[in-house]
């Protein structure tokens, strides 16, 4: 099978002739050039066999498209630094600009995935990353999901405002990536739809609003969308209100479903069966294949998408990352 038929097979809730199967991880230094962001992706497709590609842009982008300032790490393992204050005040949300995907930032990562789009073809869906509004806005506040939580019970007015338009914005990303050959969206939602930081009853009142608003202009023909809930003790049951083709979480974090049990819950394809933090950076290859096996053996190999549980460290062995998409 061709990777596509691969990944709608497993779409479909069927059993194709293998699971597919890709990781994704930060290549830093290449992050801030669209093209030479779309060149390392390509060639790390062909070079790890990859069935679609998870594109994995600079995530300080979003934040970028809202006037945070960064800077490139001199260290290319590491992240970029911000280089702007983050926001501390109410006042500081009620001015948060509006932004479209037209800003340089978000520019940059629609035009990366349509240099890849043409480069590998048809055959291989790409789907573009597109981080939920509160997401964004914890970048906002140098990743302090804590605080930022608690800005968002505090002030729901004028953070409610600012989210809003962080989806609005998010929405036209989405909409342009599909436009210039995505075959879906990544909405990740980093950690906040979790029991350590709400309720299920607060995410829902505070938050899933503006998920819904950033989801609205993704278009009827994008057929490759997935779901990504970040961290442990997630809230899986937002899935029957957040619509995708598949949901992605990590299995190894605790207090969450198994792929099994998730893909009966959600009715829906699972990603993920592979511990990006333990296992692809400390393990063997062979152990990295115990995952694999584990999750293929656990789904019966219906409706399963291998890959990582989340993005993968830089540090992690070339050997084990190999051995995440190895044929038998």
């Known amino acids: 099978m061709e990777p596509k038929a691969r990944v709608r097979a497993a779409l479909s809730l069927e059993r194709p002739d293998r699971p597919p199967a890709a990781w994704w991880g930060h290549t830093y230094r290449e992050e801030w050039s669209p093209r030479a962001l779309a060149s390392v992706t390509v060639a790390r497709q062909r070079e790890y066999g990859w069935d679609f590609v998870k594109l994995q842009p600079r995530a300080c982008c979003f934040a970028q498209a809202f006037g945070r300032e960064y800077r490139p790490s001199e260290d ?26 037209t800003v340089p930032s978000l520019l940059g990562q629609v035009e990366a995935l349509r ?21 964004v806005a914890g970048y906002m506040v140098d990743e302090d999901r804590g605080w930022m939580a608690g800005q968002l019970r505090e002030h729901p007015g004028e953070v409610g405002a600012a989210l809003q338009r962080i989806a609005g914005a998010l929405a ?3 909409a342009q990536s599909v436009k210039v050959g995505a075959a879906g969206i990544f909405y990740a939602i980093s950690g906040y739809a979790s029991a350590d930081l709400f309720t299920v009853e607060e995410y829902e009142r505070l938050a899933l609003p503006h998920d ?10 994008a057929w490759f969308n997935v779901l990504h809930l970040c961290g442990p003790r997630i809230h899986f049951g937002l899935v029957s209100a957040l619509r995708s083709h598949a949901v992605s979480w990590s299995v190894h974090e605790p207090g969450n479903p198994s792929l099994a049990e998730g893909r009966g819950r959600a009715g829906r394809a699972v990603m993920g069966g592979i511990d990006q933090v333990h ?46 998409t190895l044929r038998s």
């Not at 819904?212 to 023909?221: C, E, I, K």
């Open 172 to 174: 036209d990303f989405a």
């Open 279 to 324: 296992t692809l950076v400390e393990g063997t290859p062979e152990e990295v294949l115990e995952e694999t096996r584990a999750a293929v053996s656990s789904t019966d190999g219906v409706g399963l998408l291998l890959a990582p549980g989340c993005s993968v460290p830089p540090e992690a062995p070339e050997e084990n990352l190999r051995a995440i």
């Open 212 to 221: 819904l608003s950033a989801l609205t202009r993704v278009p009827d023909d």
């Open 76 to 101: 290319f393992r590491s992240a970029p630094v911000p280089a702007s204050p983050p926001l501390t005040t109410p006042d500081e949300w009620s001015r948060l600009p509006s932004a479209d995907a």
């Open 115 to 135: 240099l890849i789009v043409e480069e590998l073809g048809p055959s291989v869906p790409v789907i573009q990353t597109v981080f939920s509004p509160l997401t």
